[in-house]
């Protein structure tokens, strides 16, 4: 798991040459104007725009996904994101859905959590479980948020 901030002027140091690219990509953009749904990138990368609200960290499941890294990045509002780095057991997992690259698990053991604020990201590799649009507080909040999806491959 990496995270960091669009604003610094030093964000894409230690970032993937194509994470780095993707960032500068969407520093060009107005991304409070983009309108909700998927965006293609490149022929390989895509990002989804999406207004989720937040709920409280035990009534969600965590995902991980296995052909795709996940980059995600607030627009507006604040969210926590539950994550874990150890390597998941599999087996206390949903089945995986090739379809849409993603398993499902209730809760990350060893689990830490990172605060997102406007214009920052957090990126997740294959088998990083995480568990996105957490409270921040005791109560519901509306986030605008995206999420950049990038084939493993792409990493050198």
């Known amino acids: 798991m990496i995270f960091g901030d669009l604003t610094r002027a030093d964000f894409k140091r230690g970032l993937p040459k194509v994470i780095a690219d993707i960032c500068d990509?969407?520093?060009t953009l107005d991304l409070a104007a983009l309108e909700k749904g998927r965006h293609d990138i490149t022929d390989e990368i895509y990002m989804n725009v999406m207004e989720p609200e937040t709920a409280a960290p035990e009534s969600k499941q965590a995902e991980l996904h296995r052909k795709y890294i996940d980059v995600q990045v607030l627009i507006s509002g604040a969210e926590r994101i539950e994550y874990g780095v150890n390597y998941p057991d599999l087996s206390?997992?949903?089945d995986y859905d090739e379809k849409d690259d993603y398993q499902l698990i209730p809760d990350?053991?060893?689990k830490s959590a990172v605060v997102l604020t406007p214009k920052m990201f957090a990126v997740f590799l294959p088998y990083e479980p995480?568990?996105?649009c957490c409270n921040v507080g005791d109560e519901p909040a509306s986030l605008k948020k995206l999420v950049v999806k990038v084939p493993v491959e792409l990493i050198d």
Do not use: V
């Open 25 to 27: 990509h969407l520093n």
């Open 130 to 132: 995480h568990k996105p």
């Open 108 to 110: 990350i053991p060893n």
């Open 92 to 94: 206390a997992y949903t």
